[in-house]
């Protein structure tokens, strides 16, 4: 997957999930601040990535350091390219 | 209380003596009536410990129903209550419920259901009050925030299991406009993963009787319907719940606009 389909796989699963307006979804979006997640979320938003890209994040510690989308697409992108 | 009749909404402002009169009467009640039941209350476990002959969580949900249903009538000369569409929900069957939120006072309301067994599903900040939290502990409420998906997942289980039913605030906080918020997934995948249906539960007027950020009462009409049941087997797979959440909050959002109209 090149880094702007895994842009928009994160994007369009969270929108989906979470009843985000693509408009705010830019990727220095505070996901607490600016687009209202909280913790009731950040379950959600662990399973949402795991189905979508089939990968198991839940017990990964760099997972509770996310703040913004952009952390979760830098994340995301270094798991899926292996790297 | 009224079933299902339309009722012409006066929307003059009330008389400050009666703003006055109302809120030296409800609240004043309402304080006799925590402190009456807090007193009763270890009598009124034991005797329906010993005569329902349920469980203990099950006893202290229909004590606290029984609360509720007090409160409504501590209100009721100054709170028209209107229950609608009641007959779609089954007493003894299992349900989830999902309902709108707008005013601390909505899960007084609840007692306007025709089931007592409700097990609620809260946020943790409610088990941090001690006064409450005994009672929540003893109904084995839910904490969704403190809790695992598995441990909220079985406990509802073990309601449904019992005839029970558990409900849910989807929009997890008071609405500030009246309007729908976003809603949470967690109440649509327990009641896609434990098999029961799902009925949706309208609710309108407590924004007027206590409009959040306030402390005076105001005279209104409180309105809950029922809305049909939802089989929510018929929503499979990993994005399932999604899709009956956004069913449920479209089913809503026209019938609490019909209800704001004044229309049944």
Same mark, same amino acid.
């Given at each position: ?8 796989? +994160? ?9 985000? *307006?693509? *408009?705010?979804?830019?990727? #220095? ?6 687009? $209202? ?13 795991? $189905? *979508?890209?089939?990968?198991? +994040? ?7 350091? +996310?703040?913004?989308? $952009? ?6 992108? #270094?798991?899926?390219? $292996?790297? | ?13 009330? @008389? ?72 779609? =929900? ?61 441990? !909220? ?19 997890? @906080? ?5 309007? &729908? ?10 009641? =896609? ?24 009462? @105001?005279?209104?009409? !409180? ?17 399932? @719940? =999604?899709?009956?959440?956004? &069913? ?17």
């Amino acid at each position: 997957m090149t880094e702007q389909e895994v842009i928009e796989l +994160i994007d369009s699963s969270l929108a989906e999930e979470f009843e985000l *307006a693509r *408009a705010d979804m830019t990727p #220095e979006a505070n996901i607490y601040e600016d687009l $209202g997640l909280d913790s009731l979320d950040t379950v959600d938003m662990v399973i949402v990535l795991e $189905g *979508a890209f089939n990968f198991k +994040i839940r017990e990964e510690e760099s997972v509770r350091a +996310i703040r913004t989308l $952009g952390d979760i697409h830098r994340f995301v992108f #270094e798991k899926v390219s $292996g790297l | 209380m009224i079933d299902s009749n339309k009722i012409a909404v006066t929307s003059r402002p009330p @008389h400050l003596a009666m703003l006055v009169l109302m809120n030296l009467w409800c609240y004043g009640l309402l304080l006799l009536w925590t402190l009456l039941g807090i007193l009763v209350f270890p009598f009124a476990f034991a005797v329906g410990l010993l005569f329902l002959r349920c469980s203990a969580d099950r006893v202290m949900r229909w004590f606290i129903w029984i609360y509720g249903r007090g409160w409504m009538l501590l209100m009721s000369p100054f709170v028209q209550f209107r229950r609608q569409q009641m007959e779609l =929900i089954e007493t003894g069957k299992p349900y989830l419920l999902v309902v709108n939120h707008l005013s601390f006072f909505d899960t007084y309301c609840m007692a306007m259901l025709p089931v007592y067994d409700i097990t609620f599903a809260v946020r943790s900040w409610p088990f941090r009050m001690f006064w409450y939290s005994g009672f929540m502990r003893l109904a084995r409420y839910l904490d969704v925030e403190g809790s695992s998906w598995d441990e !909220i997942l079985s406990n509802s289980n073990s309601a449904f299991a019992a005839g029970g039913t558990v409900l849910f605030f989807p929009e997890g @906080h008071r609405s500030r406009d009246g309007q &729908l918020q976003r809603f949470y997934s967690g109440g649509f995948k327990v009641a =896609i993963a434990a098999g029961v249906p799902l009925v949706p539960l309208c609710i309108d007027g407590t924004n007027r009787l206590l409009p959040p950020g306030r402390k005076w009462l @105001h005279p209104c009409q !409180i309105s809950l319907r029922a809305l049909s049941p939802i089989n929510t087997a018929d929503f499979k797979g990993q994005d399932g @719940h =999604i899709q009956l959440r956004k &069913l449920v909050k479209k089913r809503m959002g026209i019938a609490l606009e019909e209800m704001r109209k004044g229309g049944v």
